[in-house]
């Protein structure tokens, strides 16, 4: 475990990204290519910033990435646009007068872990249906959805409300997550046109 816990970190700083949570998104991208040249992408959980800049190196100088995160992700680069902001605070008409739409909606939101598995579980539900609450108001039809959650009882009900508005839910544990870990990621593919 420590192994690959060593592995990842090292890359990470090799590579130049500010953590080893990088791998968990380039893992899912290279295996169902979501993110594309040109697109607008809006990045909840932010901080410290690998996954904004990891998306800004594919959504090119045509792109955008929206970093927001109650700490200052400190990534820099002239397609990332820093919203220093409390995901709960946050409101779509706000991120509007950014872009109109978003081509995909990335989060890997995180609660303060307690130790207790069951109230880190809802927590991080919570924070998970607010971003699909945004996503849901800003996502343009077609749009990705890919959203951290903790593995526990309300992640079926979860699930089932990322359906409603998707036309694909997919779980994603990738490589690069620790194995102790209980996280998981679902990648939401298809975002419907009619649905609230």
């Not at 359906?163 to 593919?189: D, G, I, Q, Y």
Request: proline share 6%.
């Amino acid at each position: 475990m420590k192994k690959v816990r060593d592995h990842y970190f090292k890359k990470a700083k090799k590579q130049g990204f500010p953590a080893r949570s990088v791998y968990k998104l380039e893992e899912a991208q290279k295996k169902h290519r979501f993110l594309k040249p040109g697109q607008i992408v809006l990045d909840l959980g932010a901080y410290p910033g690998s996954w904004s800049k990891y998306a800004a190196g594919v959504a090119g100088p045509k792109g955008l990435v929206v970093a927001v995160d109650i700490q200052k992700p400190g990534v820099m680069a002239d397609n990332i646009c820093l919203l220093q902001k409390d995901v709960y605070d946050l409101k779509a008409s706000k991120l509007r007068e950014i872009s109109p739409y978003f081509d995909v909606v990335l989060s890997d939101m995180a609660p303060k872990t307690t130790g207790r598995k069951d109230v880190d579980h809802f927590r991080s539900v919570a924070l998970a249906e607010r971003a699909l609450v945004l996503a849901k108001e800003l996502l343009k039809p077609g749009g990705t959805f890919f959203c951290k959650v903790f593995q526990g009882e309300d992640l079926p009900s979860f699930r089932d409300k990322c359906r409603e508005s998707f036309r694909s839910v997919r779980v994603v544990k990738p490589k690069s997550s620790r194995p102790e870990s209980v996280e998981l990621f679902l990648l939401c593919m298809g975002r419907k046109q009619h649905t609230g």
